[in-house]
């Protein structure tokens, strides 16, 4: 009998551990960076640890979260551009604390790819360090897993995890939202992480490159315009809200858009009328309606369309709220009101929006 050839490895079979811990030695500063008080940021160990009481909080409610960036992660890998799709990944998870009142504590990450190119790896860890820094949160752990024949070489995704608290009577939304109130919208950055399955079909029915120059953003490519990240509204609403301003509720503005995201933060009874004319909509959005035939009502159902944020107060707090929201470096808009509801649609709309 011929002798057995030499037994396989994991390396061969398509897995570096080496390159795994040369990528954990070298983000090591980066999530030292997002030190903050109730975690000192040091990775290595099998958990992340977080001391709620050094956090300062007295009646605390845990609050957490979990969200990825979709196939906007496809549009970096395409263009080789890996250093802000982490700030995506934070952002879609903190705006999501913050819009329960919570301050975000700390976040864990995971990245799955085909085969780990160490640089590529540390590229979008320093996006999400600078996203927990945005968001005043500690970067505490992560998952990095190289999995071949699942996914293409090239290829990865990400998922986030973040955890944060409120106290106990800070929790949103509050009691009282009802007809009447006022609804105030924070503005995007551009597309942030939502659409771009729909946002990618467009591209290429337009035949454009994405190193090719942006129709809509002058001086800049196509990639580079569609991979502004995702805004991170924590800070300044926090401050707003400790600073004592009128906010019932917060909605986040992500996928399902206008209509599916308002409601998720009212009682029953109460329904929006949205006044779209009142909306400042980038070009990215003209440019992505016109390109792809992309209707009214799906845009509004689809993207952000201009407002990454809604803030629900009543009337007689809504010019107190603006300014608060000023203070902190944010600029407030009415964009329409809470109205009894009775049936049919639950976010009715007036005006057109200026695509």
């Not at 504590?105 to 360090?129: Q, S």
């Not at 909605?251 to 779209?276: C, Q, S, Y």
Request: aromatic content about 6%.
């Amino acid at each position: 009998m011929s002798e057995r050839p030499n037994g396989l490895t994991y390396s061969e079979a398509g897995v570096d551990i080496d390159a795994g811990n040369a990528m954990v030695e070298a983000i090591k500063p980066l999530v030292r960076s997002t030190r903050r008080p109730g975690a000192d940021a040091e990775i290595g160990g099998f958990g992340g640890l977080f001391d709620l009481k050094a956090a300062g909080f007295r009646d605390p409610i845990l609050v957490a979260a979990n969200d990825g960036v979709g196939t906007k992660v496809k549009i970096a890998i395409d263009t080789n551009r890996h250093d802000t799709i982490g700030i995506d990944l934070v952002a879609m998870c903190v705006n999501d604390l913050v819009v329960q009142g919570a301050e975000p504590l700390f976040f864990l990450d995971y990245f799955a790819t085909g085969k780990l190119t160490p640089e590529i790896g540390v590229a979008i860890v320093k996006g999400i360090a600078e996203g927990c820094r945005q968001a005043g949160c500690a970067l505490i752990g992560g998952e990095t897993a190289e999995m071949p024949g699942l996914y293409a070489q090239a290829d990865y995704d990400l998922a986030g995890f973040a955890v944060g608290a409120a106290e106990r009577d800070g929790l949103l939304p509050r009691p009282g939202v009802g007809a009447g109130d006022v609804l105030l919208g924070l503005a995007s950055s551009g597309v942030h992480s939502n659409g771009f399955s729909l946002v990618r079909r467009i591209v290429e029915r337009a035949g454009l490159a994405y190193d090719a120059p942006s129709p809509f953003a002058p001086g800049r490519s196509l990639g580079d315009a569609l991979l502004e990240p995702t805004r991170i509204y924590v800070k300044p609403l926090l401050q707003a809200l400790r600073a004592g301003a009128g906010i019932k509720a917060l909605a986040h503005i992500t996928g399902g858009g206008f209509p599916d995201n308002i409601p998720r933060v009212l009682p029953d009874g109460v329904g929006v009328e949205l006044d779209l004319a009142s909306i400042n909509v980038p070009p990215v959005f003209g440019w992505l309606a016109r390109e792809g035939g992309v209707a009214e009502a799906e845009m509004l159902r689809t993207f952000n369309c201009g407002i990454g944020m809604v803030a629900v107060v009543a009337e007689s707090d809504a010019d107190a709220t603006i300014a608060a929201l000023a203070s902190a470096g944010e600029q407030a808009t009415r964009i329409g009101r809470l109205v009894a509801h009775e049936g049919g649609e639950r976010v009715a709309t007036r005006g057109t929006l200026s695509l």
